[in-house]
């Protein structure tokens, strides 16, 4: 059994900062990717960005430059900082992690229960 459990979102007024955390917890052997995607109402799922196990990260084009994701492999856990908010970054927030359970070769797709992000005055 594999949890991935969300915490930090909020409500917050546009141009302010919020921080999002995500740990990983349970039968994990090892994780490769980690990240973050987002769920606008009445829109499809979108990546926000991710992180791989040796550093390298990749954004989305509406984030760049106002978010930075991070992790630490230690904690099994995944940050994501986010300045300068946007009214359009309010969505629901889900991490995501790509990981390998109890020594097993295969990898897994997994998806925490999502934490909301209001940004308004």
């Known amino acids: 059994q594999v949890q991935l459990v969300e915490s930090g979102g909020g409500l917050v007024q546009p141009g302010g900062s919020l921080r999002l955390s995500c740990a990983a917890s349970?039968?994990?052997?090892?994780?490769?990717?980690m990240g973050w995607y987002r769920q606008p109402p009445g829109k499809q799922r979108e990546l926000v960005a991710t992180?791989?196990?040796?550093?390298?990260?990749n954004y989305a084009d509406s984030v760049k430059g106002r978010f930075t994701i991070s992790r630490d492999n230690a904690k099994n856990t995944v940050y994501l900082q986010m300045n300068s908010l946007k009214p359009e970054d309010t969505s629901v927030y889900y991490c995501?992690?790509?990981?390998?359970?109890?020594?097993?070769?295969?990898?897994?797709?997994?998806w925490g229960q999502g934490t909301q992000v209001t940004v308004s005055s």
């Open positions: 995501y992690a790509r990981l390998r359970r109890g020594g097993g070769v295969l990898e897994y797709d997994y």
């Open positions: 992180i791989t196990s040796g550093g390298k990260t």
């Open positions: 349970g039968n994990v052997f090892s994780i490769n990717l």
